[in-house]
């Protein structure tokens, strides 16, 4: 069953936790938080995202912002040029998030090497990287 689908025959205030779980899985994706922070400083086109998204497949992206779109974070304007001239920008709920995207990242960067170092050290004393 698709993530999408995993919450459709479950009861009331299931559903709402469902909801909640699925809208924080998907602002706190690997790829989404790059691509709504991005969004947020204004009209992005695809191509501008695929250089800024460091790592991103151009089919990843389409797939994420297909979904960021789907939940309301995202609003795409495709302008009749030929061809088409597509732009996407942070929705006002979006604009929400952006500082506590913002702070989220600063805080991995500014936390980075302690982590590395957290992660070598558990490696070496419990064998393999989990995953």
Not at 26 to 42: D, F, P
Request: hydrophobic share 35%; glycine share 8%.
């Amino acid at each position: 069953m698709s993530q999408g689908n995993r919450c459709v025959s479950i009861q009331a205030d299931q559903a709402r936790a469902c909801t909640v779980r699925e809208a924080l899985d998907r602002v706190g994706g690997k790829w989404s938080i790059g691509i709504l922070i991005a969004a947020s400083q204004g009209p992005i086109r695809f191509t501008e995202l695929e250089r800024q998204v460091e790592g991103i497949s151009r089919r990843m992206l389409t797939l994420t912002l297909r979904n960021l779109e789907r939940d309301g974070l995202l609003h795409r304007q495709v302008h009749p040029t030929v061809p088409p001239r597509v732009e996407y920008t942070a929705t006002p709920m979006a604009q929400e998030l952006y500082e506590s995207l913002v702070a989220l990242t600063r805080w991995a960067e500014r936390h980075r090497e302690g982590i590395s170092a957290a992660r070598a050290a558990y490696d070496r004393e419990h064998g393999a990287p989990i995953g």
